[in-house]
């Protein structure tokens, strides 16, 4: 069996989010966390580590057009509604064809975004914080 070394470049990614394809996306990070706590008993060093809770959060780039779209088809499904309460995956894809590889972030949930923009800037990106249930 031979080694694929291939390496993905930003190019290569395409995210899904509510069915769409965003083409204003200007980044994506994921990241799991456990909490991990050391035992002690007799002694000064650790007996052992015991895991805890697992969390999954993230951030999602997405310009300023991009986000428009997406607060207005949250809009569209009820007009009481922010980005911030509702819940959604999102399907990062890696590469194309029989080379890619996907991950699935479910049940994420927006915490968090700010705009702003500042002199010089030529578009605006806005980082969307959020936390999810699982990836697969």
Known sequence: MGFN????QFSDVSVIVLGRELQGFA??????????TPVFGRGNKALSIQSGNEMIEGKLSLLQSELEAFTLAVKAT?????????SFDII??????????TD????????EYEKGMKQGDKNMTIELSFVALDIQ
């Open 5 to 8: 070394s291939k390496q993905f």
């Open 27 to 36: 980044g994506v990070s994921y990241k799991v966390k456990t909490e991990k």
């Open 78 to 86: 009820n007009p009481l509604l922010k980005i911030t309460d509702v």
């Open 92 to 101: 990062v894809t890696y590469g194309n064809g029989t080379d890619s590889r």
């Open 104 to 111: 699935k972030i479910l049940g994420c949930e927006f915490t």
